[in-house]
Structure formats: C-alpha cells, structure tokens
C-alpha cells in the first residue's frame, strides 16, 4: 500500500517533518574551506593593490626604457620570491637579486632569523649592491618590520631608486616592532597582499597551518608582469624578457640576454 493510500488518498503533511526539525538543534554553518579563503584573500588583494600594480608596472618600464636595472630583495622565505623574480621563464631579465646567504634558511634556519633581525646586514647589502636611478627596488616582506627589509629599502630610497614594497598591512600591524619604521614607509609604491598576521589560513576558527604569504606575492608580481606587458605592446616595447629553457629556441633567446645583462647582473654567471 502506497503512502498516500494509506493517507486516505492525502499527501503527507511537510508540516509533521518540520515540526520534527523544529525540536532539533540547528546545525552550525560549515567553516570556509582552505580554497574558499585564498581565493578570497586573492579577491581582497584585488581590491586593495589592483591600482598599485599598474603603478608598479609603470615605474617599471620607465626604468627599462632607461636601461636601469630592477634590484629584488627579500630575506627568510620571502627569499622564494626573489628566485620568483630572478632568471625566471616570462619574468623580466634586467634584475639582480640583493641578498646575502645569512638571510637563507636551507643551510642555517636559526641564523637566517637573526640575520634578518640584525642592524646594518641590510644597509650593508644594499649598499654593495650600490642601486643609481635610472634603477627600481622592489623589497619582498609580509610583515615588513624586520631591519632587513627595511634597511634595504631605506638604503635604496637614500640614493634615489624608488622603492616597490610587496608587504601586507595586515600582517604588519600584528607583527613585532623591530624598528621605528616599516618597509612601506619607504616605499614609492606598497603593494598589499592582504596576508593575514601569522600567515597561516586553517583551519579557519583557529588557524594553524597552510600558510599563504607566497601564494599572495606571487600572484602580486604576477599582476604586476601582466600590466607590464600590456603597457609595454601599447607603446610598441619588446620586453628583454626570459624565455623557459625547455621549450624550443629558448636557449637562443636566453643566450642573446645573458651576455646583454651578465656583466651588470654579476650572479646571472656567478661574478
């Protein structure tokens, strides 16, 4: 016998189920999942640096027409990102990277922290490096209140090389104050990555673990690449720009920008 037979012909009344449901405790919404939240974080950094990067992308080609040079900074894990911007496939050829191999975490983690936490290391470095308009900086740093970062952005802006920061207001408001200013402070231009204070994004009542500071700068100084690129076309520019070595002619290619670059961007050759 069917149930609506057995109902007299009625369908069953929702209201029976509901005033069942009623009785029971709500469930809890489920927590964002870990995709949910980066792509979120990527829609904020969006909002809050789109403007900037084309600015980013502007000051760029400014200095390449002028046959400057784009030194890229970072220390930590923020290194990741200097080897993002450094001879990299699509990236631009005309940048040296400033770094010293304390501030390296794979063969010392413990005194690449205190290096980057000493006074002077940065300054030091930077001043070796010895950036001169017609140059750029940019200087990778999600918290941007270590000496490092900072002392190399300030030494840059000291001797007239604008400063591109990649750092997250966010992560440096919750952070330790290390020194009297922060690397945006120095900056030109701040790129915000939105990089939430200890980094981590799971799971979302108690983060613990994912941590998404190079996911955030990556996509940035992609964003800034892709702007660079279309202003460049615009104006009719050939970007001096990497071609990946595992796809046909990119040896050739990458041969004519080495010997254009090796003798003004030393560790392309190791000098």
């Known amino acids: 016998m069917t149930e609506a037979a057995s109902s007299g012909g009625r369908p069953p009344d929702p209201r029976s189920a509901g005033s069942r449901a009623a009785g029971a405790s709500p469930r809890s919404p489920d927590p964002p999942r870990l995709p949910d939240r980066v792509r979120d974080l990527l829609d904020d ?14 000051l760029l080609l400014g200095a390449i027409e002028a046959d400057g040079i784009v030194h890229v900074a970072g220390a930590g894990h923020s290194l990741a990102m200097v080897c993002e911007t450094f001879y990299r496939a699509g ?11 304390a501030v390296l ?73 290390r020194t009297d200013t922060t690397l945006a402070d120095h900056a030109a231009i701040v790129l915000d990555t939105c ?18 500071s190079t996911v955030l700068a990556a996509y940035a100084w992609a964003r800034v690449l892709a702007d660079l690129d279309d202003l460049a076309a615009a104006r009719g520019l050939d970007l001096p720009r990497w071609t990946s070595a595992n796809v046909p002619g990119g040896d050739e290619v990458n041969a004519a920008l080495l010997e254009r670059y090796r003798h003004r961007v030393p560790e392309l050759a190791g000098g």
């Open 91 to 101: 990236g631009l050829a005309a940048v040296r990277p400033i770094w010293d191999p």
């Open 195 to 212: 990089v939430p204070p200890g980094d981590v994004l799971h799971p979302a009542d108690a983060p613990r673990t994912a941590a998404v």
């Open 105 to 177: 975490p794979l063969d010392d983690a413990l005194r690449s922290t205190h290096a980057e936490r000493q006074a002077g290391l940065g300054r030091a470095v930077a001043g070796k490096a010895a950036p001169a308009p017609p140059d750029v900086a940019v200087v990778f740093s999600t918290s941007g209140r270590n000496p490092y970062p900072v002392e190399v952005a300030e030494e840059c802006a000291a001797r007239g090389v604008p400063v591109i920061a990649v750092t997250s207001a966010r992560a440096s408001r919750g952070a330790a104050a």
């Open 45 to 58: 950094l969006d909002a809050a640096s789109g403007g900037a990067a084309g600015d980013a992308a502007a």
